[in-house]
């Protein structure tokens, strides 16, 4: 039998950069095929072709031994396939059901027939174990259901081949639990899934083979019973990685950072509610949990981005509640932001123009009221050179670099400040397994110089590896602070779905 | 992978509206070669170029109102008032405030950016303070601006003794000294300005600070830069030089405010879209503001030479300003 999909010797080219370079992969029917690579691999670039969203410079796709050509996501749809975005692509005003039947509507005459489009969406819900309420407003819902609201939206549309890509980056461990479940569901019932991951656990838990790319090719092709996890990271990066950073023990400091009964309000609702925390010297506090539970306000309002309506925060015993970005930071605070090209760079702006940031307002930089255009250069060339940054020149835009690369900027700007706080927010989302670690080493490096690190992520592992403590946030609150080897997987999966009593 | 340089698209624009524009002339029954012949002499003719250039001074005045906020994303649309403020300003010092004439011009000039200004700012002021959106609260606090020039140059200011509405003239000696038989010292004080703002631009940590935001504002507020005190410091700018070019037209030219005088050459929309052609960068949108000037001061000429309406000049720049947005669009959509 022909497999579900295949695509061979896929080609696709932007100017010099060869993102795709002959790629095979075959999905056969009923399987769920992971697919993995570092960034820059070309996963995104040869979904993105599947998915008709762009026109490859050469290969061919079959669907069930046919060979098709898409000009758009529209005719991908009309021959069976479906994708989830990381980005969810719902309308949040409108029900579960409008979304669902969004663009293929059962019609009585002129009108929508809601009753008949609700029973479809039930129908479908129940049969994979989706568990939804038609009725309910999508921005009332939690990520977790927006994502089952996108799958039962592919169904709908009788998706054969569906496309998640990074799926789990969004879900609690119980969540991800639900998500394979129905995944299982979907392909006993003869469809198959492309399972697009960074995330070695997942995929042997719920693939049943492996493609792996690296530099637009195929590196490896793995059946996953009989692969290891390192073996897969081995052909992602080409070399064998570290599982776990060294971590020495290390004496600590007084408290650098410290927050009092910070309570956060916006839309009209308590954002973050009574919060405490202090980190010292010498010391890495990891916050975990979901992403919208409220870390991303408190760490807002601890580096003076957004207004709290009640508490007081300290930075290196300066308090600073009162103050200014500015002033806080000139306290001793650097922060690498969650997001580095909305928040972290200005992309479209030179690496240079981007690692004066903060630096410009004083000598060397700053001469009187001009900004030393030659200090500029010779600053961005060292920290270039100092982190390693792969970029072309000083002058090169930072839109252009790699994640990883662009990352590495933003840490270079931040940890230069060499101040006595650094808060990280999600340092390595999106980076792959090298510059994941590259970042880890050097958060850690903070913590054997005395400063204090606190780490705001929603990769368990990456709490659990670098933390020394760990405080869980649900709902806006910090709902336990836990010494770094009680922080088990389990517990604080428990804790992230928000029920401490069961954790304890 | 920088973008490719900006200059020959704004040629093949300039090139696609000559295009244009000549199918119009020539569907209209007139003949283009003698048009645009008609604008070039008219602009750039030894006899006819001090009239482009004055015409160019209180452009480029208007333009670099424009560009310095819009370097920093933000659009000043309220050019049409802060230049009446300036210019009311700038006529009534000289006549109500007894100084000795060149201090009294010096005063006046002064006094007619600070005004300005701090009419500019306060549109900032609102939007950091009470949320109201700058794009439009500059434009419409031109209203009441203009709308009190008007009655005041109209009514308890008016020159009895002229049937328009529009102030005494100003003593002599607190004019600006002309420079030939069409221009003026004002020249110079726009000139000064350019420098200034292109130096300041290129070379100040101010102009570092406003062309990150313009960048990315969420980087700029991350990286410490006080976006509301930056917009607020932007905006007085802005409007000082809105009002400074108004100061200039009337101790310079005209001598005296009447209603309406200041706002009738179109210089603010004129100005604006010769930054907005630039994108805010000064050295262009000078470049822009010299080519409009150019190109307006040549449609009169044109006007009076051949059949074809001077209107055709204005369409010119409109067409310019279409095509290198529909190429700076198709640009962005053919991108990976």
Redesign the interface.
């Known amino acids: 039998m022909a497999p579900a999909l295949q695509a061979s010797g896929i080609v696709k080219r932007y100017g010099p950069l060869l993102a795709n370079d002959g790629i095979d992969l075959d999905v056969a029917r009923g399987e769920v095929h992971a697919v993995m690579g570092e960034n820059g691999a070309g996963k995104s670039t040869l979904m993105s072709i599947l998915y008709g969203m762009q026109a490859p410079d050469g290969g061919t796709i079959r669907l069930d031994g046919v060979a098709v050509r898409f000009r758009s996501p529209a005719e991908a749809i009309a021959h069976g396939l479906g994708m989830v975005h990381q980005a969810f692509k719902l309308f949040s005003s409108l029900t579960v059901w409008e979304n669902i039947v969004y663009g293929r509507e059962p019609r009585r005459g002129p009108f929508i027939d809601g009753a008949a489009a609700r029973r479809a969406a039930v129908a479908l819900a129940e049969r994979y174990g989706l568990a939804v309420d038609p009725g309910a407003l999508v921005a009332r819902l939690s990520v977790g259901v927006r994502q089952r609201v996108e799958i039962l939206k592919a169904l709908y549309r009788e998706a054969r081949v569906l496309i998640l890509d990074e799926p789990t980056a969004v879900l609690t461990p119980p969540e991800r639990d639900v998500l394979f479940a129905v995944l299982r569901r979907l392909v006993v019932d003869g469809r198959s899934v492309i399972f697009v991951t960074h995330k070695l656990d997942e995929v042997l838990a719920i693939s049943d083979r492996v493609t792996v790319l690296r530099a637009g090719r195929v590196a490896a092709r793995m059946t996953t019973r009989e692969t290891s996890a390192r073996e897969i990271v081995r052909a992602m990066t080409g070399r064998v990685v570290a599982d776990r950073p060294d971590r020495v023990s290390m004496p600590q400091g007084a408290a650098l950072l410290h927050a009092e009964a910070i309570t956060v309000r916006g839309d009209g609702r308590v954002l973050v509610a009574d919060a405490n925390l202090s980190v010292n010297g010498g010391e890495v506090v990891g916050i975990a949990g979901v992403a919208g539970n409220g870390q991303t306000e408190l760490v807002e309002a601890l580096v003076g981005l957004r207004a709290v309506a009640s508490g007081r925060v300290q930075v290196n015993g300066r308090d600073v509640t009162q103050s200014d970005v500015a002033a806080r930071r000139e306290a001793g605070l650097a922060y690498i932001p969650e997001d580095r090209a909305a928040v972290g760079t200005a992309p479209t702006a030179s690496a240079a123009d981007n690692l004066a940031m903060g630096f410009h307002r004083r000598p060397p930089l700053r001469r009187g009221w001009k900004l030393d255009g030659t200090a500029v250069r010779d600053w961005a060339r060292r920290l270039i050179a100092r982190f390693d940054i792969r970029i072309g020149s000083e002058r090169t835009p930072v839109a252009t670099l790699s994640g990883g690369n662009m990352q590495k900027v933003v840490l270079a700007r931040e940890l230069s400040h060499a101040a006595p706080v650094l808060i990280a927010e999600q340092p390595t989302r999106g980076l792959d397994v090298g510059a994941a670690e590259f970042v880890h080493g050097e958060l850690l490096a903070e913590r054997a110089r005395g400063r204090a690190v606190l780490l705001v992520s929603a990769e368990l592992s990456e709490v659990m590896a670098l933390s020394d403590r760990v405080l869980v946030m649900f709902g806006g609150r910090i709902i336990a602070d836990l010494p770094a080897a009680q922080a088990d997987e389990e517990r604080l999966g428990l804790l992230m779905a928000g029920r401490p009593g069961v954790a304890a | 992978?920088?973008l490719p340089p900006r200059v020959p698209s704004v040629v093949l624009a300039v090139g696609f509206a000559v295009v244009a524009g000549a199918v119009l002339v020539a569907a209209s029954g007139g003949d283009p070669l003698a048009a645009y012949w008609q604008i070039a002499v008219g602009a750039l003719a030894p006899d006819n170029l001090p009239n482009t250039l004055n015409w160019a001074v209180p452009l480029t005045g208007m333009a670099l109102a424009v560009a310095i906020p819009l370097r920093g994303g933000m659009v000043n649309l309220g050019g049409d008032g802060q230049l009446v403020l300036g210019g009311l300003v700038a006529a009534l010092v000289p006549l109500y405030l007894p100084l000795p004439g060149v201090l009294s011009m010096f005063a006046a000039i002064l006094a007619a950016a600070l005004v300005a200004g701090l009419y500019a700012a306060l549109a900032a002021w609102g939007e950091v303070r009470h949320g109201v959106p700058m794009l439009i609260s500059s434009l419409l606090l031109s209203y009441p601006a203009m709308g009190l020039a008007s009655y005041l140059s109209g009514f308890p200011l008016r020159d009895r003794s002229s049937g328009l509405p529009q102030t005494v003239m100003i003593p002599p000696d607190a004019r600006l000294p002309p420079l030939g038989d069409v221009l003026n010292v004002g020249a110079f004080a726009i000139l000064v300005i350019a420098i200034a703002v292109v130096v300041f631009d290129r070379?100040?940590?101010?102009?570092?600070?406003l062309?990150?935001r313009g960048?990315?504002p969420?980087?700029?507020?991350?990286?410490?830069?006080?976006l509301g005190r930056q917009a607020v410091a932007t905006m007085f700018a802005s409007g000082g030089i809105a009002g400074l070019t108004g100061a200039t037209i009337v101790l310079g030219a005209q001598f005296r405010f009447t209603d309406g005088a200041l706002v009738t050459p179109n210089y603010t929309w004129s100005g604006l879209m010769a930054a907005l052609l630039a994108g805010g960068e000064p050295v262009g949108t000078i470049g822009a503001a010299l080519f409009f000037a150019a190109l307006q001061t040549g449609g009169f000429a044109m006007q009076r030479e051949t059949a074809v309406p001077r209107v055709l000049t204005m369409v010119l720049q409109a067409l310019v300003i279409l095509f290198l947005a529909a190429r700076h669009g198709l640009r962005r959509r053919a991108a990976?």
């Open positions: 992978m920088s070379r100040s940590v101010v102009g570092y600070e062309r990150l960048l990315n969420r980087f700029a507020r991350y990286g410490g830069i006080a990976p």
